[in-house]
Nanobody, 124 residues
């Protein structure tokens, strides 16, 4: 089970940190990612982290502003979002999978486990 939290309303230029707590699983073995879906748009990749924690991937639109990290001790993956823009407004979903390989981390169809989503609204 994945539980996402940390969303909210923030002004442009502000920051938020999303958390995704994973329960009932050996989190160390899971690759994880964050995706988002804005109203009327398809779900898109935001960031992902390999199970080792040593490799991360980012969408071009968030590079330099967002940072994904994980704590295996806390079985949690984080998304630190800085310099937020109105176009970052969306529902953010975390995902995890024990079998996902590095080259598939950006593909939402490769994840079997999903959180419920947390809403992020950035006002201009």
């Amino acid at each position: 089970q994945l539980q996402a939290s940390g969303g909210g309303l923030v002004q442009a230029g502000g920051s938020l940190r999303l958390s995704c707590a994973v329960s009932g699983r050996t989190f160390n073995n899971y690759g994880a990612g964050w995706f988002r879906q804005a109203a009327g748009k398809e779900r898109e990749f935001v960031a992902a982290i390999h199970r080792s924690g040593g490799s991360t991937l980012y969408a071009d639109s968030v590079k330099g502003r967002f940072t994904i990290s994980r704590s295996n001790d806390k079985a949690t993956v984080y998304l630190q979002m800085n310099s937020l823009k109105p176009e970052d407004t969306a529902i953010y979903y975390c995902a995890a999978d024990p079998r996902i390989i590095y080259s598939s981390l950006t593909n939402h169809r490769q994840y079997d486990y999903w959180g419920q989503g947390t809403e992020v609204t950035v006002s201009s």
